[in-house]
């Protein structure tokens, strides 16, 4: 069946460091989305991407979804403590709208 | 707008024993969806309903788990009988159709013992 596989699954960095998580599925998608969990809390929707070679850019975070339709990476500039949580790129199939959630990069930032 | 509401937010059973978790979504969204997220992980979704239909199902456990959406509006999951491997946090989102963002409400901890 249809996976979504991201990497890395942790990364910690130093405040002001730049930060990127990669996301890649088995098939072709529809359309990619992404959604940031605090700790304790539920996921949060940032962003969705649906045409092949998308570029969006929310403040300091850059979204980006591949010419294939089957991969897409979120970088975070300059991070700051407030970014620390865990961020899931999530796959849309064509026919149903179901979403694959992979399974998270946690991003810790030391100040 | 109100978000998404989910009760109980926290239910520790023994294992054996039956489960019911409760769903209102946003008012007017037709696709609400049922997620299983066990820590570290991604959340896995049980059940999507469009209106009062299921889409899909096909990663619900159907020996134990069932769930409703009858008048398209809120939504139960229960299960039964539970067992350790459920413990889990059980989120429900929903949105305004299928394929669009999705808006997560805080889920219910179940702890089996």
């Known amino acids: 069946g249809q996976q979504v596989m991201q990497i890395p699954q942790y990364q910690h960095v130093q405040e002001g460091e730049d930060f990127t998580t990669y996301c890649n599925s088995s098939?072709?998608?529809?359309?990619i989305q992404w959604y940031k969990q605090r700790p304790g809390g539920h996921p949060v929707f940032l962003i969705q991407?649906?045409?092949?070679?998308e570029v969006k850019k929310q403040k300091r975070l850059t979204f980006q979804f591949g010419e294939a339709k089957k991969n897409s990476s979120l970088h975070i500039t300059a991070t700051q403590t407030t970014d620390v949580g865990t961020y899931f790129c999530?796959?849309?199939?064509?026919?149903?709208?179901?979403?694959?959630f992979g399974q998270g990069t946690t991003l810790q930032v030391k100040p | 707008e109100a978000g998404v509401a989910q009760s109980p937010r926290y239910k520790i059973i023994e294992k054996r024993q039956s489960v019911a978790f409760w769903c209102n979504p946003i008012?007017?969204?037709?696709?609400l969806y049922w997620y299983q997220q066990i820590l570290g992980q991604g959340p896995k979704l049980l059940i999507q309903?469009?209106?009062?239909?299921?889409?899909?199902d096909s990663q619900l456990p159907k020996d134990r788990f069932s769930a409703e959406r009858l008048k398209g509006v809120d939504s139960t999951l229960k299960i039964q009988p539970a067992k350790l491997e459920d413990s889990a946090v059980y989120l429900c989102?929903?949105?305004?159709?299928?394929?669009?963002?999705?808006?997560f409400g805080d889920g219910t901890r179940l702890s089996i013992l």
């Open positions: 309903f469009q209106n009062n239909g299921v889409v899909d």
């Open positions: 991407l649906v045409k092949s070679g």
């Open positions: 008012s007017g969204h037709a696709t």
């Open positions: 989102a929903s949105s305004p159709d299928k394929d669009q963002p999705q808006h």
């Open positions: 098939t072709t998608l529809s359309n």
């Open positions: 999530a796959g849309g199939s064509s026919n149903t709208g179901k979403l694959i």
